[in-house]
């Protein structure tokens, strides 16, 4: 496997000649500054590329080239919309970038309820409070009809807590989940962060009849469109799982589990539409096995992300450390080395450790966790590659 690091730009403080230091192969990288929808000109691209290799290394792996919405709902701008999403994977063709990550998440990425949860070791952990969750889908964002996808205890603590929650941990709440986990990378949804919720039920409301059949049918739609840029210019596109992988906010999830997946990748059944295998994302639903999921598709695995969560009481889940957790990394790396295709691989959500939690990193993304992340799944790989070895 080929080691790689997040990279957020020239902005990020985490400076490239820094990844050199720690054995980083290749970058993970976006054109961050680029909207949804806009073409990512090739001469940025070049700038860029010629960037990354000043420094000794290269761009293996774009994350994210993300799918418009009205892709994904099927609106009326859909077709223009793929014309410039060819466009842009063409124009990473001639760049000679191969592994482009994405997702099909409808309105958001990951959710988490908790960015910065203290741990016993003092580090802190990306967390998902299932209960708290419930109390956002269901008095703050009121949305119509959230009562009916809780049990009906999970309500009556719902309300139990409503009498007890302060409007600081309120706005707290609403924060975490739709304007710093969503919009640490591109923005806050919608634009501007003056009325959050305001913006998020928009972006919700043409999901509203969008049921899963459908939304499997306009990915479909989406990777017939593209499959044949990907052919021409040999790029891997790689789909990254649901997080967590259960559905949220009443929306349609279509990467939760193997049934998902075979569906996907039957749907349009080419080398190039293949899977961003992310255990973490995988490891939060109890009804995934990780590591027969990851024999069953490694051939069509284009892109690792190693991480582990551990599942609590209630639906609760928080970011494991990376030896622990439900994910079994060193299992996964046998796995993934087996293939033989140096498939690129990245530590992910790292436990802030060392004041990163006080330095102003995205959310997951400070040095010296995902730093110490790294130095442990070296060695994994370490050892891996001397178990095989020792086998030959």
Not at 17 to 29: A, S, W, Y
Not at 41 to 57: N, V
Not at 165 to 178: C, F, R
Not at 241 to 267: M, Q
Request: overall charge negative.
């Amino acid at each position: 496997m080929e080691i790689t690091w997040r990279w957020f730009g020239p902005g990020d403080k985490v400076s490239l000649h820094m990844l050199r230091q720690l054995g980083v192969e290749g970058v993970v990288t976006a054109l961050h500054r680029h909207s949804p929808g806009e073409v990512w000109p090739e001469a940025e691209l070049r700038a860029t590329k010629e960037r990354i290799e000043a420094e000794g290394l290269r761009w293996s792996v774009v994350e994210s080239l993300p799918v418009s919405e009205q892709i994904k709902y099927g609106g009326p701008d859909r077709d223009p919309l793929l014309d410039r999403y060819r466009q842009s994977l063409e124009n990473l063709g001639r760049c000679g970038i191969r592994t482009v990550c994405y997702n099909f998440m409808p309105v958001i990425d990951w959710v988490r309820t908790d960015l910065e949860r203290p741990m016993p070791d003092g580090s802190h952990a990306l967390f998902f409070d299932y209960l708290r969750f419930a109390y956002f889908d269901i008095k703050l964002l009121a949305r119509e009809g959230a009562e009916k996808d809780f049990l009906p205890e999970v309500v009556e603590r719902v309300e139990a807590l409503d009498r007890s929650m302060s409007g600081e941990e309120k706005a707290q709440l609403v924060d975490t989940i739709v304007t710093r986990t969503q919009g640490f990378i591109n923005g806050p949804l919608g634009g501007s962060d003056a009325a959050p919720l305001e913006r998020f039920r928009a972006l919700l409301a043409p999901y509203k009849d969008v049921s899963k059949a459908q939304l499997r049918e306009n990915l479909r739609y989406f990777l017939e469109a593209v499959m044949p840029v990907c052919r021409e210019w040999d790029i891997r596109l790689c789909i990254h799982p649901d997080d967590p992988p259960t559905p949220v906010f009443g929306l349609p999830r279509i990467v939760c589990d193997a049934e998902d997946i075979r569906w996907l990748l039957g749907a349009v059944d080419d080398f190039h539409n293949g899977l961003t295998f992310c255990a973490g994302s995988l490891s939060a639903g109890k009804h995934n096995d990780v590591e027969a999921m990851a024999r069953a598709f490694a051939g069509r695995t284009h892109f690792v992300h190693l991480r582990s969560c551990e599942l609590l009481p209630g639906g609760d889940f928080v970011e494991a450390p990376h030896t622990a957790g439900r994910a079994n990394l060193v299992e996964l790396i046998r796995i993934f080395e087996r293939e033989g295709r140096n498939i690129p691989m990245r530590v992910d959500h790292g436990r802030a450790i060392l004041g990163d939690e006080r330095a102003g990193y995205p959310p997951g993304y400070g040095f010296h966790g995902r730093m110490l992340a790294l130095g442990q799944v070296q060695g994994m790989m370490a050892a891996v590659r001397d178990e095989r070895n020792r086998q030959l």
